[in-house]
């Protein structure tokens, strides 16, 4: 078979998949949730891409604020990369065992740090290539310190939020998080995109919350599918109880 026989099937999928998909007006969903949270940015604090490579690293499988927590006494204890990197191990897991998966999380660090050190001269690339080239580095991190401390819109960031928000809002018929960047970055405007997941986190954490969302009184409903959401129970559909 030819590759151009191979790939109409493929073509033919991708094109029934996006007809299943409901027609979205993604403009008008940035628009509100511009306006529902403005000044959107990420939570964890940093003053240096370094830092906010660590910050990233660490809030993994954590929250944002127990970070926060973390990090002050974090950096005034293990300034930079070379710190970091000649660190004595069973510290530098003390100092961030609250963070969870402290073994795991401290050899990243290291591993990380190290190869600044060597490769980069102690400086945080500022290309996706070489981000994703250290170790412990992937690319949602990579995404996040490009976007936050260089300004450098390469993707989306897709955490738990946006993968569940993507979904509800109709902008991603798929849960691996490569798959849901690749569709937003092909509808989000690529000013938006660092923005973009900031928006679907607060409103995430806000509103669109995993078990709970609230529909009801959520600002974006009228631009929203609600694709996956269950609906709520009416009244009539209840099942009858007898009181006695
Ligand atoms: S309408 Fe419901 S599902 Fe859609 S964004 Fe708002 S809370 Fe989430």
């Given amino acids: 078979m030819s590759t151009a026989a191979k790939a109409r099937p493929r073509a033919k999928k991708k094109a029934a998949r996006r007809s299943r998909l409901p027609r979205i007006d993604i403009a008008a969903q940035i628009r509100v949730l511009k306006r529902l949270y403005p000044g959107a940015r990420t939570a964890l604090d940093y003053q240096t891409p370094f830092q906010l490579l660590v910050a990233t690293i660490l809030s993994a499988q954590c929250t944002d604020e127990r970070v ?20 004595e191990t069973q510290e530098l897991e003390e100092a ?23 490769k980069h001269r102690g400086e945080v690339p500022s290309s996706m290539e070489e981000l994703v080239r250290l170790r412990g580095v992937g690319r949602k991190t990579a995404n996040v310190v490009l976007g936050n401390a260089f300004g450098i819109a390469e993707g989306v ?11 509800r809002l ?23 995109w660092t923005l973009f997941s900031h928006l679907l986190i607060l409103h995430g954490r ?39």
């Fill in 96 to 118: 961030i065992r609250s963070t969870g998966f402290f073994r795991s999380k401290t050899k990243s660090l290291q591993a990380m740090s190290r190869d600044l050190v060597e």
């Fill in 68 to 87: 926060n927590m973390v990090t002050p006494g974090l950096f005034r204890r293990w300034r930079g990369p070379r710190d970091f990197a000649e660190a």
């Fill in 157 to 167: 960031v897709v955490d738990t939020h946006v993968t569940r928000l993507s979904k």
């Fill in 170 to 192: 109709g902008l991603s018929s798929h849960s691996d998080p490569v798959k849901i960047e690749l569709d937003l970055m092909e509808k989000v405007p690529k000013r938006d």
């Fill in 206 to 244: 806000a509103v669109c919350q995993a078990r709970k969302p609230h529909c009801a009184e959520c600002a974006v409903a009228p631009l929203c599918p609600k694709t996956g959401v269950a609906a709520p129970i009416r009244a009539a559909a209840r099942p009858f109880v007898r009181v006695e």
